[in-house]
């Protein structure tokens, strides 16, 4: 038998002014990311729910057997709503996050 045990936090940042422990819940990491930086608290509250809109949206895309050359495709047609996340597809993790955060921290 195998036993799983739960990691929390997941790992923790260490800069030189602050150290940053992630936990897996977004809602307590938002809240530690606050902490660090106040004046970004809506930038770091809209952030978190475009992560959490991305989150399912690609689980309404996984792929699902038989795995086919346009299983993705019928997913979207499925699911009309996955279309935003074709708005993804180019961007770059630093410049998504450089849209949404002032605070280099």
């Excluded at 991305?54 to 997913?75: D, F, G, M, V």
């Amino acid at each position: 038998m195998v036993r799983f045990i739960e990691i929390n936090p997941l790992y923790e940042l260490v800069f030189p002014d602050f150290r940053l422990k992630v936990p897996k819940d977004m809602d307590l990491f938002s809240k530690e990311l606050i902490k660090i930086a106040p004046e970004e608290k809506e930038n770091i509250r809209e952030f978190f729910e475009e992560i959490k809109l991305l989150q399912k949206i690609t689980e309404k895309l996984r792929l699902t057997p038989p795995y086919e050359k346009y299983s993705l495709i019928l997913n979207m047609l499925k699911n009309p709503e996955t279309i935003n996340f074709l708005k993804y597809k180019k961007v770059k993790w630093d410049s998504f996050i450089n849209g949404y955060f002032t605070n280099e921290n």
